[in-house]
């Protein structure tokens, strides 16, 4: 299983971002796929997921600027990062969780990084 994460940057405040999250080995369609981020020195959060359905949610401090969104078809993760702040910059994961006999079975990707100047 393999989470490849881009699309990171260095944008200006109020700016917008896509990243992307390309999957492969994995059963994309059933699979809830999630953002998280990492500030330095901080534990990870999570920023936005989505269920295999399609059910989304958003941490608040994210809610009404970023959109998660998945295409099967592609076996893509997309976050869409609009209206940036100085405060979301920090490296930015993605993850896919599957149940397997019951269990969830968790996989990251690398991160990237995104740099949000005022």
């Known amino acids: 299983v393999q989470l490849q994460a881009s699309g990171g940057g260095l944008v200006q405040a109020g700016g917008s971002l896509t990243l992307s999250c390309a999957a492969s080995?994995?059963?994309?369609?059933?699979?809830?796929l999630g953002w998280y981020r990492q500030f330095p020195g901080k534990q990870r959060e999570l920023v936005a997921s989505?269920?295999?359905?399609?059910?989304?949610n958003y941490a608040d401090s994210v809610k009404g600027r970023f959109i998660i969104s998945r295409d099967n078809a592609e076996a893509t993760a997309y976050l869409q990062m609009n209206s940036l702040k100085p405060e979301d910059t920090a490296v930015y994961l993605c993850?896919?969780?599957?149940?397997?006999?019951?269990?969830?079975?968790?996989?990251w990707g690398q991160g990237t990084q995104v740099t949000v100047s005022s």
């Open positions: 993850n896919a969780v599957f149940t397997s006999g019951g269990k969830p079975v968790i996989y």
């Open positions: 080995g994995l059963a994309f369609d059933h699979s809830a």
């Open positions: 989505i269920s295999g359905g399609g059910s989304a």
